[in-house]
């Protein structure tokens, strides 16, 4: 109870701070939401794979990054869109949800020689570097032509400080939270009897993702759509290009005998493939629905199945990743 208390009101305290930050700085709550919030809620992620890295232990930084991406729009989507449907601006379904499906296909090209070497590093976080002062400069042009958004908001007192004190807090409160959680699970789960597979593939897998759900549920509650889906969005992308990009710069990541007969392509494939879902499914109306959001979990649900059915040592080493 204490975990998923210290969770909501990290949640809380981030998404308020979130937006209100966005409105005192003149920006869109989705760009906070792309930036901020998403590389806030990535820091689990980048804390696991670069120690796992420096570690030697290569497949762990990998499989945390496909799993967790895999996790926040199959599963995190899901639930957040069938609680509360997602309402998406057209640059998320135009620009951002593309920019994800492009930066996974990126991976699988830059891992056919079953490594991802210092330059791929490179070339990932300067395409990060790239993707945040594009997305700024837009958002300043869109802001800036909207001036009944400013407007409206030009009466409520807010304090910059203050702002960033809920953020941090916030953040830090959520990853505290999901620790907590993760940590009395699997202390339960163990007084059952419950195998170490079973609790990687239920719990710790689960661990690293607490912070976007907690984060996307909150956000989509109190109908800041534009944190919700901006945080999943710039997530995933920040995991590729900032988690595996620092990664990789601080030492390049070898695939565990090779990038097929490890089946690691089949796990790239599979996060592609969930990526593209998002866009398939707001492209029309500009919403993900309750009906897509069943649609999601039950795709999540086919890879934890798969996860059981046909293990591989990229999928072994993400079920065995300290949360």
């Given amino acids: 109870m204490v975990g998923f208390f210290?969770?909501?009101?990290?949640?809380?305290?981030?998404?308020?701070?979130?937006?209100?930050?966005?409105?005192?700085?003149?920006?869109?709550?989705?760009?906070?939401?792309?930036?901020?919030?998403?590389?806030?809620?990535s820091a689990p992620e980048l804390l696991v794979s670069v120690v796992s890295a420096i570690k030697g232990k290569d497949m762990i930084a990998i499989g945390n990054v496909v799993g967790s991406n895999i996790c926040n729009i199959a599963l995190i989507l899901g639930i957040s869109s069938l609680l509360y449907p997602i309402t998406c601006q057209k640059e998320v379904v135009k620009r951002d949800l593309p920019v994800m499906m492009g930066i996974s296909g990126f991976l699988i090209l830059i891992s056919l020689d079953s490594k991802i070497s210092r330059l791929d590093g490179f070339i990932l976080f300067c395409a990060l570097i790239a993707y945040i002062v594009f997305n700024y400069l837009q958002d300043k042009r869109r802001v800036f032509g909207q001036e009944e958004f400013l407007e409206d908001n030009k009466t409520?007192?807010?304090?910059?400080?203050?702002?960033?004190?809920?953020?941090?807090?916030?953040?830090?409160?959520?990853?505290?939270?999901?620790?907590?959680?993760?940590?009395?699970?699997?202390?339960?789960?163990?007084?059952?009897?419950?195998?170490?597979?079973?609790?990687?593939l239920s719990i710790v897998a689960f661990g690293?993702?607490?912070?976007?759900?907690?984060?996307?549920?909150?956000?989509?509650?109190?109908?800041?759509?534009?944190?919700?889906?901006?945080?999943?969005?710039?997530?995933?992308?920040?995991?590729?290009?900032?988690?595996?990009?620092?990664?990789?710069?601080?030492?390049?990541?070898?695939?565990?005998?090779?990038?097929?007969?490890?089946?690691?392509?089949?796990?790239?494939?599979?996060?592609?493939?969930?990526?593209?879902a998002p866009y398939l499914m707001a492209r029309h109306d500009l919403v993900i629905n309750r009906k897509n959001g069943f649609i999601l979990l039950v795709l999540y649900l086919a890879y934890v199945l798969y996860l059981y059915l046909f293990p591989t040592s990229l999928q072994v080493a993400w079920l065995l990743q300290s949360a």
């Fill in 156 to 200: 409520e007192e807010i304090r910059l400080v203050k702002n960033i004190f809920l953020l941090i807090c916030g953040i830090a409160l959520v990853i505290f939270g999901a620790k907590i959680v993760v940590n009395s699970s699997e202390d339960i789960m163990r007084r059952f009897g419950i195998s170490e597979k079973v609790i990687g």
């Fill in 6 to 41: 210290t969770l909501y009101i990290g949640a809380e305290w981030l998404v308020k701070g979130a937006s209100k930050l966005a409105v005192f700085l003149g920006l869109s709550p989705l760009l906070i939401g792309l930036t901020v919030v998403a590389f806030g809620t």
């Fill in 208 to 276: 690293t993702s607490l912070p976007e759900l907690a984060t996307s549920v909150v956000a989509a509650y109190k109908k800041h759509m534009d944190i919700s889906i901006g945080n999943l969005i710039g997530s995933n992308a920040f995991n590729i290009m900032c988690v595996l990009g620092i990664t990789a710069l601080i030492r390049p990541i070898y695939i565990s005998g090779g990038i097929f007969q490890s089946r690691l392509l089949m796990d790239y494939i599979i996060m592609l493939f969930i990526s593209i």
